[in-house]
């Protein structure tokens, strides 16, 4: 079951890269059709603020992403000196501090989002984008990471709790570039 669930979220997240790169795309053919405007004397202004914005919603979304495909570093000087299971509850405590400090991130959100509803915030910009259109999709994507990060420490808890390390290895693990072509065959 928590091999299924660690699976799934796996797809899920894919789906969701998949859906920020798009958004990523989108936001450098703007970017490129601005700079060929400028070349005939016209602009449509804006596109260093609207890829800023975009770059922060995607890095909030592509955390989780990133941790469920073990793209976050880690220093594992003493994990790789100890066996298997030592190295496993090395991975679930980094995981446990991962999921605690993205959950305060994600909860720190809130207030910065809600300031900007109530006072009705504006970029100061020459677009005076109001600023909880992209606050929203950000904290969302800091919500999703930690939920996510939750979900991942809780299945890999109950595969070390059954003592399938080498699954629960496989899936929270931090692994050396040799390695991780072993893990990814």
Request: with cysteine; aromatic share 10%.
């Amino acid at each position: 079951m928590a091999e299924q669930i660690l699976t799934r979220l796996k797809t899920i997240n894919r789906a969701v890269a998949l859906i920020v790169g798009l958004g990523l795309l989108g936001t450098a053919l703007f970017v490129l059709a601005d700079i060929l405007l400028r070349q005939v004397g016209s602009s449509f202004g804006g596109t260093d603020e609207i890829s800023g914005y975009a770059m922060a919603i995607a890095s909030s979304w592509g955390m989780a992403y990133a941790m469920l495909e073990l793209g976050h570093v880690r220093i594992d000087i003493l994990r790789a000196r100890l066996a298997q299971g030592g190295r496993v509850l090395f991975d679930l405590f980094s995981l446990l501090v991962l999921s605690a400090s993205i959950t305060l991130i994600a909860v720190k959100c809130w207030p910065v989002l809600e300031k900007s509803l109530s006072n009705s915030s504006r970029a100061n910009t020459p677009l005076e984008t109001p600023l909880w259109w992209v606050q929203m999709p950000w904290m969302a994507g800091w919500i999703w990471f930690a939920l996510m990060a939750w979900v991942t420490f809780l299945a890999a808890l109950l595969l070390v709790w059954r003592r399938e390390y080498e699954s629960a290895e496989r899936h929270i693990g931090a692994f050396g570039e040799a390695e991780m072509a072993e893990v990814h065959e």
